[in-house]
């Protein structure tokens, strides 16, 4: 079942992966000022929290990009 168009001319399900990937994107830049932040407060357990949430966001990101491009790529 294909999925109708939205109101942006892309499925509800493309548009969900497009805002997904753009907020990960998004945050990236904010976990690295958080781990600096933690850094210099003296926090490295803190600062590898946000490091790490920054790899699975970065794994989360290929998936999510993979996805589209299955969804995306037969131009429906």
Same mark, same amino acid.
């Given at each position: 079942?294909?999925?109708?168009?939205?109101?942006?001319?892309?499925?509800?399900?493309?548009?969900? *992966?497009?805002?997904? #990937?753009?907020? #990960? #994107? =998004?945050?990236? =830049?904010? #976990?690295?000022?958080?781990?600096?932040?933690? =850094?210099?407060?003296?926090?490295?357990?803190?600062? /590898?929290?946000?490091?790490?949430?920054?790899?699975?966001?970065? /794994?989360?990101?290929?998936?999510?990009?993979?996805? *589209?491009?299955?969804?995306?790529?037969?131009? /429906?």
């Amino acid at each position: 079942m294909v999925d109708s168009q939205g109101n942006y001319g892309v499925s509800n399900l493309e548009y969900d *992966l497009v805002t997904t #990937l753009s907020n #990960l #994107l =998004e945050g990236q =830049e904010v #976990l690295t000022k958080y781990a600096q932040d933690a =850094e210099k407060q003296g926090d490295e357990e803190c600062a /590898q929290i946000f490091r790490t949430i920054q790899a699975n966001n970065r /794994q989360a990101a290929i998936q999510i990009r993979q996805a *589209l491009g299955k969804h995306m790529g037969g131009g /429906q």
